[in-house]
């Protein structure tokens, strides 16, 4: 195992459960990651618009990189020559990489999935690549991520369930293959479980990953077209599935509501564009509800987006002026906007453990809801 | 006058000179700005992509704010309200705000200047305004900024010389009518003298403008088309027809080769889009000479842009990392390019007020000329 994950305490109401995970990272310093945790994604060697240095001062402890989109561009050869993901883009803590599975399935066009790995063409410039599991190993190797996703098959749901029926046992076999290539010493992998919403795949898929040595696991195959009510019910079945001793991750999840119900259902580890995305979109999250910063309604309002924050952007900036850079289409407003919203979903995750930690888990979700219904204002999606 | 302005240095073998310039502020706490200094522009209340604490980081002291662009977005009513436009962005040094004078000649289309004041559309949504030297005021009045522009006439060059005749008759008349106008307590006024290329209407735009009660003066009407060395002699000639003891202001100049021969000439202030446009386009300058970042050559060049820089951006990042990010399209690029280009600036600035201090301002100039002459790349401008 190159990982060690403790355990700090479990909340009695749910399956919530605080920890500690600890990687040894290529320097051989380590780090600490608290549980349970968010990771910005940096697609292509940057969190859009932010330093490592804006990272680290909201309380970033991991962030994900994009395999698919890093292969492209720069390359992982090139990225490997420059001394591994965390020197090229500066960033000096752990990172977690995809393996590449989803987005060849869902950004790139023409894709053909064959037992041996798919075939898919370049969302940038249309060229035709091919990704096996033993590739996927290859270039995370290169990247020199700390976490490595195994190599699985994703389908959109709803899907048939013959077809979600193949995804599993396909993803079974390429975990197997991904195995047999050899990682570097400090990189950890994690296996994924698919299986769509039925619970007998599930069960199979989660049997059958969890055989074989994998430092953690993710629940893979959610949030990916089925209700959120949907999606926190397979999660609250698939956790248990999974062994209790190793971190959990539900992958590219999600709204504020469905971490909180991440927690509950078990889950350690959670990767979403949607703070950064929505950032670059004048949606901010606060911990009254949502809000759009191009509303009218903050053209001259001198609060900060969220009195709760304690992030550069709420410390420094009055909403008026972010519906400012916002409606000029200023580049800062990515930035402070980014900024927020990732520091809104660290803060949760860290009041959460906390709250896991003080043994008040669940009057902390009724507090959370209650404040989210009362929201500053009610926006669509 | 509510400026002081000191000379703690002159070069003997150049007009160039050294000195402090102290404003009030409004908050009364006072600023100082340490002479030759370049000034970043922060066209819509912000320098684009970056925040108060880079520009602080990198030793700007003070920054310019086009009233063309605030006064038709978000306002400067609104901004009054706000508390004005240092508070409004959060910086909290001095700004120097120009008169929309030059972006209504420029920018927006269909102008019509007449001895009122100028008609003009916006460039954002074409919708009709009208300019007068008295308005200028009044907007520069509720943008609240430290230095304020008097409304002037810029002709591009070539013109007729009836046509630059005319607009130094007009630009005194305006710069008279704008002196009626009251300002806040902490606002000084500078005047601008036009007059082309010619000498005699140099002369006499600057005779005019002098009997004027102004805290400074700058020199308007150049770098609008005319080739540098031109650019150049005009500066040298306009300089010593404007009071020793004011500060001189030579408006949008320019390449790093500008600046110096404008310091050459005795000019105390300079402003200019270009390292920030520049940054944006992939051109970085250097000690060396300018480098486009953009070139297959940087793509695995673990080297900072400029070895002898010490800002953010060389400290942390290597050429490939941000050809890396250009190439992608990467918000961060324009972050840290912009960075650097600025810090790029106001570096040579501090270094050439050094070098007056300590009376090796002409070696100074001879080593800056032979490093950018042995530049690590020739790229067109």
Request: contains cysteine.
């Amino acid at each position: 195992m190159v990982i060690d994950f403790q355990l700090h305490a479990e909340d009695s109401t749910s399956a919530a459960r605080a920890g500690v995970l600890r990687l040894p990272l290529k320097s051989g310093v380590g780090a600490e990651i608290q549980t349970p945790m968010f990771m910005p994604v940096g697609t292509v060697g940057t969190v859009k618009g932010l330093t490592p240095g804006d990272l680290r001062a909201i309380g970033t402890q991991i962030l994900l990189g994009n395999t698919y989109h890093l292969y492209l561009r720069p390359g992982h050869e090139r990225v490997e020559r420059l001394g591994g993901l965390g020197k090229f883009m500066a960033w000096e803590g752990p990172i977690l990489t995809d393996s590449g599975g989803f987005q060849v399935f869902s950004l790139s066009s023409l894709n053909r999935i064959e037992e041996k790995g798919v075939e898919f063409r370049s969302h940038l410039d249309g060229s035709k690549h091919f990704f096996s599991p033993e590739l996927s190993m290859q270039i995370q190797r290169s990247l020199e991520s700390d976490i490595v996703m195994a190599f699985d098959q994703c389908p959109a749901l709803p899907s048939p369930r013959e077809a979600i029926e193949k995804a599993v046992r396909r993803t079974q076999a390429w975990a197997e293959r991904g195995l047999a290539v050899p990682l570097k010493p400090h990189q950890a992998r994690f296996g994924i479980i698919q299986g769509g919403t039925d619970r007998e795949l599930r069960t199979q898929s989660a049997k059958g990953l969890t055989a074989l040595p994998f430092d953690g696991f993710a629940i893979g195959g959610l949030s990916v077209g089925e209700p959120p009510e949907v999606m926190h019910e397979m999660a609250r079945f698939s956790a248990p599935l999974l062994p209790k001793d190793r971190p959990r991750y539900l992958m590219g999840v999600g709204r504020p509501e469905d971490l909180v119900e991440g927690v509950r259902a078990g889950i350690d580890l959670f990767d979403c564009v949607m703070p950064t995305r929505n950032a670059r979109n004048g949606q901010l999250f606060t911990s009254r509800g949502k809000i759009n910063i191009k509303n009218q309604r903050y053209q001259e309002d001198q609060g900060p987006v969220d009195p709760e924050c304690s992030c550069e952007t709420c410390r420094t900036y009055t909403r008026a002026y972010l519906r400012h850079l916002f409606v000029a289409g200023e580049y800062l407003s990515i930035r402070l906007n980014s900024i927020h919203n990732l520091a809104y979903y660290l803060k949760i995750m860290s009041d959460m453990r906390m709250a896991i930690l003080e043994h008040r888990f669940d009057l902390w979700t009724k507090e959370f809801y209650a404040k989210q219904r009362g929201g500053l204002e009610t926006s669509p999606d």
